[in-house]
């Protein structure tokens, strides 16, 4: 079966040849759509890939009942709504690395550009003038340049400004004194760097926290002539107050790549002189639109090649290395979650996942959602994955707890899952044994050593002689083959365990029919 790859944003031929090359894949090339249209076209698509254009709203997420994976071929991912995407169990990848140095080069260029009122000129020239009075610029040279977010665009901003002979001075909430000195450059609050800086660079996300960022107060702040580059995203700074800063003479001048609304034919600022800009081409170049569509493609390939994917956006990215640690126990993860949930009837509130020995020096969060993807299953099917799984965890107001031990006893890596409703708390373990494989060890209080594989069934007992063989009777008069058994007890005559595995799945006629048995309290059919 091929998936459908509908990319609705002017990619890379270069870039998208890994799509074209895969077997399993068919590509759609529909740019400029509209909306309707749109709507139209995602019903079909598996994947979904864009740039900055194409506006992937709730709706649009919504219509597309088969996609399952959502590539943005650049950074920005403020066109994507990621939070519906997370809910519909859609992964959002990106590539953050391919369009750094252009997006860089871009602004430095805008700030040059800026600085010596090059736009202007050339206009003026073109307009068949020779004005060398009014074109006067300012030197770059022992200016400052604020650099607000100095993330990979921002700090390759502030390297080039060095060069240009510029004093620096960032902002950002992941930046220390000690990374700022290593780099060269001042260091300080936001209100530090609008107070200081000659030339004014932003470059964080557009976010809830960003949008405005420069607004009437921000502006206020500022030196009298500051000057502002926006090479970001449009809504980091308030139009309308950049507007009111330029007309009173504080700002005295602006290069804006980025806008509140794109595309646009009309804008207000650029009926103001000390305004130039570009629609939007930080990342135009031949060198980023390869590379951020290979990124892209590559990463849709892993996915539906069951890959793990290099640039996810709505889950944690993990490294090669603790990957290689984790991976294994993947599918132990989720057996675990689908073994407790079929022990239970009740509604889950809480659930537990403890990692003890080597693996809790990982990150294990994959493991956890696995976990939780597994108890999950038995109500949701394939509508809970990796991606949603914490999402609905939470929706269905189950608490998701992770512990980690790195000292355990007898095995090297345990996972114990506990859960908790309104009527028993119940736990399962399982290790993976070296050559092997996965083994479920406790169930309960009780020690097992069974394959969480295939069909199981878990009956408590009385520990009484005869239980055992009644239910062996039963289930040969029903024709249903055990495979393997075992039996735990906490007492002699006390409560007892079975945990049998056998060829087919039970019935739920047989199954009230092991209940009956005398001796026998509670049977679960459990398939894994
Ligand atoms: N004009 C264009 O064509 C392009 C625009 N972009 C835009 O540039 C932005 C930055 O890209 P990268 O540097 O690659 O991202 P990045 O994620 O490497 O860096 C963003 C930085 O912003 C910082 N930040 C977040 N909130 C902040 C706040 N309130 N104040 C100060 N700093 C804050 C983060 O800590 C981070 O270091 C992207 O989100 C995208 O919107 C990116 C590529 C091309
Ligand atoms: O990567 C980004 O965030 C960009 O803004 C580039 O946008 P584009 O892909 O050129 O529409």
């Keep these: 079966m091929a998936f459908h790859v509908l990319i609705t944003d002017p ?29 139209q076209e995602v019903k079909y698509a598996d994947a979904l ?48 690395d391919g369009n750094t140095n252009s997006a860089a080069e871009h602004t430095i260029a805008m700030l040059t550009a800026l600085a010596r009122k090059i736009p202007q000129a050339f206009n003026s020239l073109k307009m068949g003038r020779w004005d060398r009075k009014t074109y006067i610029g300012v030197e770059l040279k022992n200016k400052t340049l604020g650099v607000i977010g100095l993330g990979r665009i921002g700090a390759e901003v502030a390297a080039r400004a060095k060069g240009q002979r510029m004093n620096v001075i960032a902002y950002d909430p992941f930046l220390t004194e000690e990374k700022a000195q290593k780099m060269g450059i001042g260091f300080g609050t936001v209100d530090d760097v609008l107070k200081v800086a000659d030339f004014i660079t932003v470059h964080t996300p557009l976010m809830k926290e960003t949008r405005h960022l420069l607004n009437e107060e921000a502006f206020a702040k500022m030196k009298d002539g500051v000057q502002i580059i926006n090479c970001a995203r449009g809504g980091i700074i308030d139009e309308e107050a950049l507007y009111d800063a330029i007309q009173s003479g504080k700002v005295a001048g602006a290069a804006l790549d980025v806008f509140e609304t794109e595309p646009f034919v009309d804008h207000p600022l650029l009926t103001l002189p000390q305004v ?14 390869e590379s951020v ?11 539906f090649n069951g890959e793990a994917v290099r640039n996810p956006v ?12 984790i991976a294994p126990f993947f599918t132990l993860a989720e057996k675990l979650g689908a073994f407790l949930s079929r022990l239970t009837d009740d509604v889950i509130e809480e659930v537990t996942i403890k990692y003890t020995g080597e693996l809790a020096n990982y990150d294990v969060r994959a493991l956890t959602r696995n976990t939780v993807k597994g108890l999950l299953k038995r109500n949701l099917g394939s509508h809970v994955n990796d991606v949603n799984a914490k999402f609905l965890a ?13 000292t355990g006893k007898g095995f090297l890596n345990l996972i114990t899952v506990e859960i908790v409703t309104a009527n028993a708390i119940h736990h399962v373990s399982g290790t993976l044994l070296n050559g092997f494989g996965a083994r479920i060890v406790k169930v309960d209080d009780y020690a097992v050593d069974v394959i969480p594989e295939g069909h199981l069934l878990f009956i408590k007992h009385k520990d ?12 040969a008069e029903k024709n249903i083959n055990i495979a ?25 006629a047989e199954l009230a029919s092991l209940t009956e048995l005398v001796d026998i309290y509670e049977v679960k059919a459990i398939d894994l």
């Design 293 to 303: 569509a290979v990124d892209v493609s590559m990463d849709v390939v892993s996915f």
């Design 11 to 39: 990619l890379s031929e270069e870039g998208i040849q890994p799509l074209r090359q895969a077997e399993n894949l068919e590509i759609t090339i529909v740019t400029d759509l509209s909306k309707e249209a749109l709507l």
């Design 394 to 406: 939470e929706r269905f107001d189950i608490k998701v707890n992770e512990h980690k031990t790195t």
């Design 464 to 475: 009484q002689p005869g239980a055992i063989g009644r239910v062996g009777t039963l289930l």
């Design 276 to 289: 130039i800009a570009t629609p939007h081409l930080g990342a135009s170049t031949v060198e980023a639109q």
């Design 484 to 508: 393997t058994m075992q039996v735990g007890r906490s007492t002699i005559g006390g409560n007892a365990i079975m945990m049998l595995t056998v060829d087919n799945h039970v019935e739920q």
């Design 314 to 325: 709505n889950l944690p990215s993990v490294s090669k290395e603790v990957l290689a640690k």
């Design 49 to 96: 890939l864009v740039r900055s254009q194409t506006q992937v709203s709730r709706d649009v997420i919504e219509a597309a009942s088969n996609l399952k994976i959502i590539g943005r071929a650049g950074v920005g991912v403020d066109n994507i709504d990621v939070e519906a995407a997370t809910e519909h169990g859609i992964i959002v990848v990106n590539a953050p």
